[in-house]
């Protein structure tokens, strides 16, 4: 928690420009707008904002529940997801440019009829140009569409190399009889290669572990339905995997043979995460995971949770509007306002020094468990409208401190940095 | 401070295909007026069901075993469902957990506002009409008791003049609060009108003019303005104005600007004049005619009333009223002393469980005609343990009927089971059905209840006899009168359609929704969590209750709006001398609401006490184990979480129910089930730690360092002062 220099992290899951817009009729409702973030292998990476600000739809935007609207999400430097609005309306605004300086210079061609030749020379340079540049933006959305429909297949490719490659050094190696044994295993794990996909390597915990869970199933065909569709078929491996990760979130193995309406709330939410853990991810998205338990199970699944994260190495993206959880839970804080990030820094400093509004007004609203704080305590409320002047100076993320990004326009900036240095 | 609601060894219990579990296990507690008790635990220790309980909606499989919860006088578990419509809503109301579902989606949120008006009203006036008229013929009663007849008739002459008086001049009231409402109205529409021709914009003047006549011609015509020469200049205004507006005048003329700044002025003259006392003039207006008294001022007007009333009549009314009072008392204190006696021979024949139906009711019947009679009925505050004494023992003593009755049939069925069971053991087969237990109800346990309901009785009339030194029969009968001014207040007060819609949009403000106009008009799926819930308070408060209880108001909300919602339930609350009840299991939420926080767990009330006892000082284990399994802001170790989860109620654990996740547990906790410990006065928990001969033990480290850093920064902050 303490190292918060990025340069020496590795970057797992890196989100440019998201945006992912719902159309009703005419309307369009744009849950996520514009957001940039980077998550470091090991960490937890909370996102808070109230409900409807967009956090759950980030979530799923990522683990590709939802088709993007724009931006692209790279995990292990592979793009996973890609959306194509940025180019789209890219060649719209070159089409709409390219026709206004067209028609600037039909206009001289009208004023000073002889010297027509040159113009028309430079319409069609212009225009070459123009046409140049607008298929170097559709081939961005091709390669998009590309990324995006087969980032799996992309990946099951390269898995087959690596499997190839692996057992191509061992038959070179192998005596005749060896040879043998090596083909049945060659060829098992060659077909598990085809079947792999980078997207297993992203798990979720959702929010609801009695909506999430089928009531038809039981817990062993629940969290063991994942393996079976990754293409494994060893009945006896399966069982050991899911004995393993009942083992690990704390269930015993009798219960593997229940059905979900048996349990508590929290042994319920200890099936979700079981679940999420058995194709060994490296990246899990927690969405609101104890906000539907009561407070004492809630403490036993956030320590279930840092367990198995300290145990399997995981990067956490945990979303969630219980402000003191998120705080004790996670290295780094996004918060989210109507689809934008407005703050983004480690949890310690955010928890320190707020600077945007909004993250005040929303730490304000904290309730503490001390009756003289808590009946002193004021809260800010946070207008948008009086609280910013964007109207000439335009806002975007900016990092007022290392690691510390706020949202705002030059003159805030300044005055944020003032807020810091004092 | 007054008691608002009594809960005493409650218990109940839901019937299901499995057994019966045992929801909540005899808890009690007390609310006081105007402060908010929070009852925290985990879901199914049993909170919602005691709540729902006192607002009599229990579900259908629910048993109520034993217990009373009592308000006003009334034992809310006996009382039929139809006297429960008088207290339901209309003094107990119920803020639902989530908002939606709590809300009829098919009617516009203003019907539903005022529906609950419109019908508490029509109520509320019939009951308040009918304590009026039995108070008074009581009072009138005991005024009669020893004296002649010349003077009865006098006295029922006197009290038939103050009824007819106080109704007279809530009469009188009404009408000048409509006149009050109608210049508000008025005033709202002239800062309107100038608002818009201050715009530019197209205005009705023959509109405004009109209705500025109309309401000119009310409030002064109904002498709710001494007429003067503005008034005077005024109306001659009007008519030019009147005769203006009809050539259709494009810009506004100097007339008409005129008039408005006068009758501004009028009204606003009018509004802040100092309130006329309605209650005196009331009774002057029996005897004289009204014309030509408003040109007083007021003061001068309410003093001159003032000294009429009492000269004429209320000194009198007071002084004989206070004869009958202290009567009144002497004959039920007369009465109490003599049943002090009645009622421990009584206690020693319901001693031993010897006695059957016939004898027994032969010993109740005319004890409880007794004790009937000797309540003091004149007394307002109620004294709850003499009302209710009949409907308890009533209720024990059917369990003892049923118990003879049952006991014997049980036994016979268990025996012929289990005899049947052993033959066919004996026979060699292997029976698949288990002999039912017999459920056999004690006795001896039913007739200690018996004896502590008279103890109880007894006890209670040894105090009142002690204490009769401290009756001032002047001042009763000086809150006896207020008592009745507020019974009138309620018969007269008459909401229909057009005063509901305002008082709706008022309310609808009070809990902060903007624009009221149009939200009125709106279902409830246009509304955000937020708002929705904002008008389930609001529905709450419709009818004005004396209790709010709010089941979990906040959980299905986020956390600025949590905040908001009890910032205002702590507003309301302030403004209306409410009682809260506030449920919930969440501990940060609690301390900024609470007085006082009962902390439950497994059906029973673990840990009692103020919110400084509860979060600076807490004792029992689960207390503990709930502050440590919530993080704040300065948490950085492993949070502490209550391993397992809570028992299964239908078999209920043997001793303390929270032992087996406890670590701190005793051995004495597994056996035997801790009493309530008194830590201070204001603070008990139920927990073995506390006896004398228990080891020390430490509250965790997280909790303790916690309380450590709380009790530093609020050291700092005192210094800091």
Redesign the interface.
Known sequence: MENNNPTQKEVLLKVEHLEQFFKFGKFVNRAVNDVNFEIYKGEVFGLVGESGCGKTTTGRSIIRLYNITGGSVYFRGHRICAGTRRYKERISQLKAELKARVNELKEQLKANPDETERINSEIATLKSEYVEKIAEQKKEIKSAKFDHKNCNKEYAKRQVALVNEKYASLFEKATEEEKEELEGQYKEELRLAKKDSITNKIQMIFQDPIASLNPRMTVREIISEGLIIRGIKDKAYIEEQVYRVLDMVGLVHEHADRYPHEFSGGQRQRIGIARAIILNPEFIIADEPISALDVSIQAQVINLLNEIRERLGLTILFIAHDLSVVKYFSDRIAVMYYGKIVELSTSDQIFAHPLHPYTKSLFSAIPLPDPHLEKARKRITYNPIAAHDYRTDLPSMREVAPGHFVYCNNEEFARYQEELNK | MEKKLEVNNLRISFRTPGGKVQAVRNISFDLYKGETLAIVG??GSGKSVTNRAIIGISAGNAIIESGEIIYDGQDLLKITEEDFHKIRGDKIAMIFQDPMSSLNPIMRVGKQLTEAMILKNKVGRKNAKKTFNHMLSLLNKHMNAECDSAVQTANTEACKKFDTFCINSLKLENAYNERVRVSHELKQELEEFSFLVSKHQKVNTSKLIKSIKETVKKVVDESFVKPSSETEELNSLLDICSSEASKSVEEISENLKKLIELTLKLINSALEAEKINFFTLGYYALDNSLDGIYDMSVEELNKMTRKYLDDNFMIGFINVGADALQHSHNESLAAKNELINVLSEVEVFFKEPNFNKKEASAVVKPLFAKVYAAIDRLEIVKNNVEYTFVSSMNNVLNKYYFALKNNPAEEKRFAKQSAKRDALIAKGKNPDWKVVPASLIDLQMVCDEICGIIRKLKANYEVQIEKDHEFNKQEKMVALVDFFKEQASQVVYKVNKKIAKIKALKLLEEVGIPEPLIRYRQYPFEFS?GMRQRIVIAIALAANPDILICDEPTTA????????I??LINKLKVERNLSVIFIT?????V??M?DRIAVMYAGKIVEYGT??DI?YDPRHPYTW?????????D??E??????G?PPNMIFPPKGDAFAARNKHALQIDFEEEPPLFEVSESHKAATWLLHPSAPKVEAPKIVTE?IAR?KK??EE?NNGK
């Not at chain 2, 909300?557 to 908001?564: A, G, K």
């Not at chain 2, 299991?585 to 939420?589: A, K, N, Q, S, Y």
């Open positions: 985990e879901s969590g909300l986020d956390v600025t709006i949590q905040s908001q009890l910032e299991h969440d501990l940060g939420v301390a900024n609470a919110d400084d979060f184990a709930l502050l440590s399994s919530m993080p704040d802001l948490t950085e492993k949070l502490e979480a209550i391993p989860t916690r709380m920064r609020l902050e």
